[in-house]
């Protein structure tokens, strides 16, 4: 497997699985069903976390304990990673939890620059997309977990009872809770790749032309806009509400300094998004949630820390 351009975080994690697991034989079948399935076990963390480097490091501690496993007793090894890798990113969103506390400004999932079949793929866009997964983070550890195994990853109950170490019973009540606590909040329609397209491109006419009319016409009343800079970069500290203050912001912010601006269409988390470069710099990525043909959520990442996976294409499954 060509790692080449992965991340640094994603190359250690392969080299310790197919190098240095079990002695160092890369022909070893404990290596070989860990790479069959990481796109999937880095889906399942990043899901869970909203972080491609936590999930690449949940990835690595997984690989770890699957080293020690005796392959003799495992029935199912899709299931047994899964559920290691569970395990491990319940461990890390709880550490994470405390730590977003003494986040700087709003915190937003770190983008991905996702291949074309992802966007192809109804239920794994949705499931990634930035609107959903900011959802996400209004649920506890265990009940976000129960959410993604249950609702993205079709795992039955009793699986999931094994992997976050609750009776199925009340496996079944928190996808129940779960479950409602998200459709209350995700977005109320759906709309194609089509319709989604058509409202970025006319945002991003909007902007390269700096026309508050074209803006107003394509973002909703009830719009929110987010920004997070992480303390590293210039961020709006709190959510902007509303389609005039969000268009005066950005338009605001846009003509604040004499730069030079290029927008460029691409694909975040399965959906199309834009990326900004000032001076030829990337300066952050911004995604939408569209409905009813209208921008309903803006979504604008600007913490480099966060823009590493941006310019590379990462490979998500949920199979």
Not at 29 to 48: Q, S
Not at 192 to 214: H, S, V, Y
């Amino acid at each position: 497997m060509d790692t080449t351009d992965a991340p640094r975080g994603q190359r250690r994690a392969d080299n310790e699985a197919a190098g240095r697991g079990r002695g160092g034989d890369a022909a070893d079948p404990a290596t070989d069903a860990f790479v069959a399935h990481r796109n999937l076990l880095f889906t399942v963390a990043y899901e869970m976390l909203g972080s491609a480097a936590d999930a690449e490091d949940v990835l690595q501690e997984s690989w770890l304990r699957w080293a020690k496993v005796d392959m003799g007793q495992v029935h199912d090894q899709r299931a047994y990673l899964v559920k290691i890798t569970t395990r491990q990113a319940l461990n890390r969103l709880r550490s994470m939890k405390r730590r977003r506390e003494s986040y700087v400004g709003s915190w937003l999932p770190e983008p991905l620059l996702t291949t074309p079949d992802v966007a192809a793929d109804v239920e794994l866009s949705e499931s990634v997309s930035m609107a959903l997964m900011l959802v996400l983070e209004t649920l506890t550890p265990t009940e976000r977990a129960v959410f993604v195994l249950r609702e993205a990853f079709g795992i039955g109950y009793d699986e999931i009872a094994d992997a976050v170490d609750k009776a199925p019973a009340a496996v079944h009540q928190i996808a129940h809770r779960a479950r409602r606590h998200v459709e209350a909040r995700r977005p109320r329609r759906t709309v194609t790749a089509r319709q989604a397209e058509a409202a970025l491109e006319a945002f991003q006419r909007a902007l390269e032309t700096r026309d508050m009319r074209g803006l107003l016409d394509v973002l909703a009343p009830d719009v929110v806009a987010i920004s997070d800079g992480g303390g590293i970069k210039q961020a709006t500290p709190r959510p902007v509400l509303g389609a005039d203050k969000v268009a005066r912001f950005i338009v605001g912010g846009l003509t604040k300094n004499d730069v030079t601006l290029t927008i460029e269409a691409t694909a975040i988390n399965g959906s199309p998004a834009l990326a900004l470069h000032v001076e030829g710099e990337l300066d952050g990525v911004i995604a939408v949630r569209v409905e009813d043909t209208r921008i309903t959520g803006l979504y604008y990442v600007r913490n480099p820390q966060k823009l590493t996976r941006v310019e590379s294409e990462t490979r998500l499954t949920l199979r």
